[in-house]
């Protein structure tokens, strides 16, 4: 059967509790502006392939769960100020925690942030989580 030419009626169904499945608000409209006065979650040294930005493993069975993958955002890259995995600098609390959780706490607090990244951003597999986890 061919889809609706106008798809807007269409209503998928997914259960608020599942935790493999998650419909998604749409982005916020850009301003059309540059985003300043951003906080820097990680600077990530050395490679920051997809396998670092989404590790692969047990979470791809979340991968239509974008909240639920993101708690493995960055966990295995390397972070240049302190030279471990999954450790940063909250910048508003002095406090250390996970990169997601941190992540998290800017989210909340509505505080926009950036990861800078050393070598090979990105690169790697065509695994879209990668480019919808820092959302």
Known sequence: QAPPADGSSVVVDVS????RLQL???FDKWSGKDLNDMRILIKVKGKCTTDHISAAGPWLKFRGHLENISNNLLI????AENEEMNKVKNQETGGYDQVPEVA??????GINWVVVGDENYGEGSS????ALEPR
Do not use: C, G, M, V
């Open 127 to 130: 695994r879209e989580h990668a």
């Open 76 to 79: 295995t890259a390397i972070n």
């Open 16 to 19: 608020p509790t599942s935790d």
């Open 24 to 26: 998604l608000s749409p």
């Open 104 to 109: 998290k706490q800017y989210r909340d607090a």
